[in-house]
C-alpha cells in the first residue's frame, strides 16, 4: 500500500515558467514531508520540507504547500531553470524507531530552454 | 567530504550469483537504510538499522540480508541473485530528527544488473 503517491511521473515545463509537482499522502498521522530532488547516476538530495503545523514554506525559487484536509501536498518553483531538470520525490517519516522514510514514486521534471 | 560511500557504483552478476553491496557514513549518524530504486515505484526500503547492533526489514526484504558492522559500515548482501533484483541501490544515513535536522543522506547508488 503506497501512502505517499506522485501520480504523474512526468512534467514538461518551459524555462522561466512555473513548475508543479503534486504528491498525496493516505496516512492523516504524517507530521512532516520532504520534497528530494535526484540527478542521474547520483543519490537524491534533499530540497525543501513542511511540517504539518504549517500549510507553506518557501526556500527561494521553492516553495511547499500543504493541504492537510485533502491529503496533499504541491512543491513549486518559480522561475525553472534547465538545471531543475531532475526527478523529484515526495516523501513521509513513517514513525517508530529508526526514523524511515516513506516516498513517492517521483517525478521526472523538464525544463526546456 | 564527508558523507556516504557506496561501492562498487556498477555490477552485473549472474542469476544465482552472490555479491555484497558496501556502504559506509562518515557523519556519526546513528542510522543507516538500504533502498531501492525501481522506475515509477520510487524508493522502497530493504533493510534498516537504527542504531549499531540493530538490523530490521523494510518494506521489500525478501532475497537480502544485511549487516551492520560497526557504526559506520552498513552492508547488503544477494546471495542468489535474481533477474528482479536488477535495480539501483541506494544507501542512506541520519542523525537523530530534531528542528530542521530532518531526512537523509544518500550514497550515490549502485547499479545492479542480474542476467
Known amino acids: 500500500d503506497q501512502q505517499v503517491k506522485q501520480n504523474s511521473p512526468s512534467l514538461s515545463v518551459q524555462e522561466g515558467r512555473i513548475s508543479i509537482l503534486n504528491c498525496d499522502y493516505t496516512?492523516?498521522?504524517?507530521?512532516?514531508f520532504l520534497w528530494y530532488k535526484k540527478y542521474p547516476a547520483e543519490g537524491p538530495t534533499f530540497l525543501i520540507s513542511?511540517?504539518?503545523?504549517?500549510d507553506k514554506n518557501e526556500d527561494g525559487r521553492f516553495t511547499v504547500f500543504l493541504n492537510k484536509s485533502a491529503k496533499h501536498l504541491s512543491l513549486h518553483i518559480v522561475p525553472s531553470q534547465p538545471g531543475d531538470s531532475a526527478v523529484y520525490f515526495c516523501a513521509a517519516p513513517r514513525g517508530g524507531a529508526g526514523n524511515m522514510l516513506t516516498f513517492g514514486g517521483g517525478t521526472r521534471l523538464m525544463v526546456k530552454p | 567530504n564527508a558523507g556516504v560511500t557506496q561501492t562498487p557504483k556498477f555490477q552485473v552478476l549472474k542469476t544465482g550469483q552472490s555479491m555484497t553491496l558496501q556502504c559506509a557514513q562518515d557523519?556519526?549518524?546513528?542510522?543507516m537504510y538500504w533502498y531501492r530504486q525501481d522506475p515509477g515505484m520510487g524508493l522502497r526500503l530493504i533493510y534498516y538499522s537504527a542504531s549499531e547492533g540493530t538490523t530490521d526489514k523494510g518494506e521489500v526484504p525478501n532475497g537480502y540480508n544485511v549487516s551492520r558492522l560497526n557504526k559506520r559500515e552498513f552492508s547488503l548482501r544477494l546471495e542468489s541473485a535474481a533477474p528482479s533484483q536488477t535495480s539501483v541501490y541506494f544507501c542512506?544515513?541520519?542523525?537523530?530528527?530534531?528542528?530542521?535536522?530532518?531526512?537523509?543522506?544518500f550514497g550515490s547508488g549502485t547499479r545492479l544488473t542480474v542476467v
Open positions: 542512506a544515513s541520519s542523525g537523530p530528527w530534531t528542528g530542521a535536522n530532518y531526512g537523509y543522506t
Open positions: 557523519m556519526n549518524h546513528n542510522s
Open positions: 496516512n492523516s498521522m504524517f507530521d512532516y
Open positions: 513542511i511540517s504539518s503545523i504549517k
